[in-house]
């Protein structure tokens, strides 16, 4: 089993700045690759960003893309997503995943992730 434990959200001002933190437990995390991933009220879904166990390889959505920044702590199994620029329309519950097998590629589908934790809120007010 693979425990998910996100930290981080809050409420910050359009413009400002969030660090989120995942951190990663159980006998059964080895090497997984990790992603966020948000959702808003009504809304689906949405690919954040990704990053390999490594950290060698990343990924981000369109709405993450030159703002966002995806790191990973492998001594802490922990990964970041550092939100800079903030916009209300990034207003969302962010999850943090991860793969179930060790070295699985990233990917931007949250089909292809089996770990998820319970969600961090992040608002962005005007």
């Known amino acids: 089993q693979v425990h998910l434990v996100e930290s981080g959200g809050g409420l910050v001002q359009a413009g400002g700045s969030l660090r989120l933190s995942c951190a990663a437990s159980?006998?059964?995390?080895?090497?997984?690759?990790m992603a966020w991933f948000r959702q808003a009220p009504g809304k689906e879904r949405e690919f954040v960003a990704a990053?390999?166990?490594?950290?060698?390889?990343?990924q981000y959505g369109d709405s993450a893309e030159g703002r966002f920044i995806i790191s990973i702590d492998n001594a802490k199994n922990t990964v970041f997503l550092q939100m800079n620029s903030l916009k209300p329309e990034d207003t969302a519950v962010y999850y943090c995943?991860?793969?179930?097998?060790?070295?699985?590629?990233?990917?931007?589908?949250?089909?292809?992730?089996?770990?998820w934790g319970q969600g961090t809120q992040v608002t962005v007010s005007s």
């Open positions: 990053i390999e166990w490594t950290g060698g390889s990343s």
């Open positions: 995943a991860a793969r179930s097998r060790s070295f699985y590629p990233i990917s931007q589908r949250a089909r292809e992730y089996f770990y």
């Open positions: 159980g006998r059964t995390f080895n090497k997984n690759a």
